[in-house]
C-alpha cells in the first residue's frame, strides 16, 4: 500500500471509531414536532454556503476530512431531489455567501492548494460570482484582505462582509455589483467575532452569536445600513457559535451551533420578532449539529449538513441530512 494510500486508510479508520463515539453521545434521530426529513445531499459536508435562488438551493463548497471541496449541488425545494450544477473553481470552505441580482456571491474561505492533495491554504480574499444564466463562475475584485468564517449580507443591492478572522477582522466590507468594487464601512464592529450567523430585516443586519475571544457568546449586535451605525440587540438565551440564521414569516430563527470548551453540538431553535422583544424557543432539531446551512423557501426553513461532532471532531461527522421545519405543524 503506497504512503498516500495508508494515511488515507488510516484516516478513515479513525474518523470511524470517533463516528462511533460521537453518536452514541446523541439524541436519537426521530423527527421533532415540527420537522420531517427531506432527500438527504449526495455529499456530506459541514462548512458549505447556501444560496436560494427561484426554488432551487444551491448548497456549495464545505469541508471535511479530505479538505475544502469545491462541488456544488441544488436542491429542488419543491420536488425535493438534488442535481448537480457547475463546482466552484477552487475548494472552499468556512466562506461568506449571498444573493444579489440573480447572481451568487461567495467571498473569503480557507481553500484548496489543488485536486492532489486537498489541503487548507492561508485564509482568502477572493470573490467568486455564479450566473445562473451562463452557468459558469467568474472572479471579481478581491476583498481589501482575506477574511475567513465571516458573514455575508444584501443589503438594498450591495454586499456586507461582516465578522470572521484575519487581518482587521472589526471592519466592514462593503461591495457594489454595479461597479466590482470594495469599500470599508465607517463603523466597524462593536465586538469583533467569527462563526456567527446574519439575518437581515429591512435595511438592518443582525449578527448573532459567534466566536469571540476563546468561547462562544449571546452577543447580538445589529447594523442599520441606511444609518451605517450599530445598535445592540437582544442577547440569546445561550452562547452559540457555528449556528445558522434564517427569516420565517417576519422572525428570525437560530438553531444548531456548538461551543467547543467542552466540545458540543446544539439542537437548540431560538426564534425572535425583528420587531423586538425577547427570544422565545421553537421545536428542535432533530439532530444537534453545526457548521449546517439554512434558508427559508415557501413558508419552511430548511436545514441542510453539517456536523454533529463538535471541535476536533467535525470532520469525522459529516451530515447529509436535509430537515425541514414548518411552523405550522
Do not use: C
Not at 455529499?43 to 427561484?54: D, I, V
Request: hydrophobic residues 40%; proline residues 7%; glycine residues 14%.
Amino acid at each position: 500500500m503506497s504512503e498516500p494510500d495508508s494515511r488515507s486508510h488510516l484516516l478513515a479508520m479513525i474518523g470511524a471509531v470517533l463516528i462511533a463515539a460521537v453518536m452514541t453521545l446523541l439524541p436519537g434521530g426521530a423527527a421533532a414536532e415540527g420537522w420531517r426529513d427531506g432527500t438527504p445531499m449526495t455529499t456530506a459536508r459541514a462548512y458549505a454556503g447556501a444560496a436560494l435562488l427561484g426554488d432551487d438551493l444551491y448548497v456549495i463548497g464545505g469541508g471535511g476530512i479530505s479538505g475544502p471541496h469545491s462541488i456544488t449541488e441544488i436542491y429542488d425545494t419543491v420536488g425535493d431531489i438534488w442535481r448537480a450544477a457547475a463546482a466552484l473553481p477552487v475548494g472552499l470552505q468556512q466562506f461568506g455567501i449571498a444573493v444579489s441580482g440573480g447572481k451568487i456571491y461567495v467571498a473569503g474561505g480557507y481553500s484548496a492548494r489543488g485536486t492532489r492533495d486537498n489541503q487548507i491554504e492561508e485564509e482568502s480574499d477572493n470573490l467568486w460570482i455564479f450566473d445562473p444564466a451562463v452557468g459558469t463562475w467568474i472572479s471579481g475584485a478581491p476583498m481589501p484582505s482575506s477574511r475567513v468564517a465571516l458573514g455575508l449580507a444584501s443589503v438594498g443591492g450591495k454586499l456586507y462582509a461582516i465578522g470572521g478572522k484575519g487581518p482587521g477582522a472589526g471592519r466592514v466590507f462593503v461591495y457594489s455589483p454595479e461597479t466590482d468594487r470594495w469599500a470599508v464601512a465607517a463603523a466597524s464592529m462593536p465586538a469583533p467575532r467569527s462563526d456567527l450567523a446574519l439575518a437581515v430585516a429591512g435595511d438592518e443586519i443582525y449578527v448573532i452569536g459567534g466566536h469571540e475571544g476563546k468561547a462562544a457568546t449571546t452577543r447580538v449586535d445589529i447594523f442599520d445600513t441606511a444609518r451605517q451605525a450599530w445598535r445592540p440587540g437582544p442577547a440569546l438565551p445561550s452562547p452559540r457559535e457555528g449556528h445558522v440564521a434564517a427569516v420565517l414569516d417576519g422572525r428570525i430563527h437560530v438553531t444548531g451551533g456548538e461551543s467547543l470548551s467542552p466540545p458540543r453540538s446544539y439542537a437548540d431553535h431560538f426564534v425572535l420578532d425583528a420587531k423586538g422583544g425577547a427570544w422565545g424557543r421553537a421545536a428542535p432539531l432533530p439532530t444537534p449539529r453545526h457548521a449546517a446551512v439554512a434558508a427559508v423557501a415557501h413558508g419552511r426553513l430548511f436545514v441542510i449538513g453539517g456536523s454533529p461532532g463538535a471541535g476536533v471532531y467535525t470532520v469525522f461527522t459529516q451530515s447529509d441530512v436535509v430537515d425541514i421545519y414548518s411552523p405550522d405543524k
